[in-house]
């Protein structure tokens, strides 16, 4: 069994979130106010716990609304967990206020998938890089300069682009700008979601390629949000798979890949005909709804879609734990029944 990045017995998590939650309350129908209810709660993030490593590509899956960007933005402290621990190097992130907490947020940067938001239109690329350094004080002022150039030159954009504004250039040039941004500030983690989803296919590798390059220079820990199972078996070298808010499974990406635990990796697998090659229809491999996350399923989640749910699933919730199904390697998997066959 080969030793990989992100192999707890390596090294101590620089970058670890555990039981995070983030609710988010809806609006109160005409009902709701009229019998004095309190508003829903969207549990949007519900008790994920991980760990990401120096050196490390994290990728985390899982269908559209299962709560992926709401982590990352509770991770970088955009959304204000309810419940739960972030700690950096072992220290606790959400006690953190005044410059402790922009030195964090220094150390934690976010590529967003459209670098284009939050870019002012009005500065040119050279003035919002030199902006990042001085704000943040990476550098002396006379060397701000330099270090732009430094910067644009990491992501190889051209020697003139920083006299250029954002709009004249194209969407992977930007997403380039997106990586130079979040890189000025020195960050040892980059949490990027989506950031190639937005990009014509022939300029997401580039991006992606240029992503494990500063990764692999920087000694950068990496979290990396997708749709895109094929990307993430690239690039990840361990997976983590959310479902309704919370992790299902979460393992070394080559043997998740090769033997899914949980029958919700299962299903995602093999909705990907190039990964499992007699698959058929995309559409079709994880049947029925995703249910609502006001009200998710009791029990395991998953049970209203599990092609194997036994009547224990819709009491019991299942707990992400390592379950050993006298193989070599064990993970942890949130499914009663890990391992068992598809039937
Ligand atoms: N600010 C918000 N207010 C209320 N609900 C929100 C808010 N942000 C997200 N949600 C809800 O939280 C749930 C998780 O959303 P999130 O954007 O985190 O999912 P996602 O996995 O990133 O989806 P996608 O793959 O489409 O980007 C969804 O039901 C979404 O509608
Ligand atoms: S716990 Fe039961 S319902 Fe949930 S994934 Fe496992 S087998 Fe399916
Ligand atoms: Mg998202």
Redesign the pocket.
């Known amino acids: 069994m080969g030793i990989e990045p992100g192999d707890s017995v390596l090294s101590a998590p620089l970058l670890e979130a555990v039981g995070l939650c983030k609710r988010?309350p809806?609006r109160r129908s005409a009902l709701d106010w009229a019998r004095g209810r309190t508003a829903p709660l969207?549990r949007?993030?519900d008790g994920v716990s991980l760990t990401v490593h120096r050196g490390e590509t994290l990728g985390i899956v899982?269908?559209?609304?299962?709560?992926?960007?709401?982590?990352a933005r509770c991770l970088v402290r955009l959304h204000e967990p309810d419940a739960g621990a972030i700690r950096l190097d072992g220290q606790d992130v959400l006690t953190l206020t005044g410059p402790a907490m922009r030195a964090y947020n220094r150390r934690v940067q976010m590529v967003f998938q459209d670098p284009y938001g939050s870019l002012n239109p009005r500065l040119r690329i050279g003035d919002a890089l030199a902006e990042a350094l001085i704000v943040h004080r990476v550098v002396e002022r006379s060397a701000v300069p330099g270090r732009v150039q430094a910067l644009l030159d990491l992501v190889h954009l051209p020697q003139d682009a920083g006299g250029r504004y954002p709009h004249e250039f194209s969407g992977g040039q930007r997403q380039r700008v997106g990586i130079a941004r979040a890189l000025a500030v020195e960050p040892a983690v980059i949490i990027a979601?989506?950031p190639v989803s937005a990009l014509d296919v022939s300029v997401q590798a580039q991006i992606v390629n240029l992503l494990l390059e500063l990764q692999d220079r920087l000694g950068l820990a990496l979290l990396f949000?997708t749709?895109d199972l094929r990307l993430v078996r690239h690039i990840a070298h361990r997976t983590a798979v959310?479902y309704l808010?919370k992790i299902v499974e979460i393992g070394p990406t080559e043997a998740l890949f090769a033997t899914p635990r949980h029958p919700y990796t299962r299903a995602l697998i093999e909705a990907v005909p190039q990964i499992a090659p007699g698959a058929r229809h995309r559409e079709a491999a994880v049947r029925g709804e995703l249910p609502s996350?006001t009200a998710p399923p009791p029990g395991c989640p998953f049970h209203p879609r599990c092609p194997i749910a036994e009547p224990l699933c819709g009491v019991v919730s299942p707990a992400l734990v390592p379950r050993d199904i006298g193989e070599a390697r064990i993970w942890p998997t949130a499914c009663h029944l890990a391992g068992m066959p598809a039937g």
């Open positions: 988010f809806l969207l949007a993030v899982g269908e559209s609304g299962c709560g992926k960007s709401t982590l979601d989506e949000i749709h959310m808010g996350a």
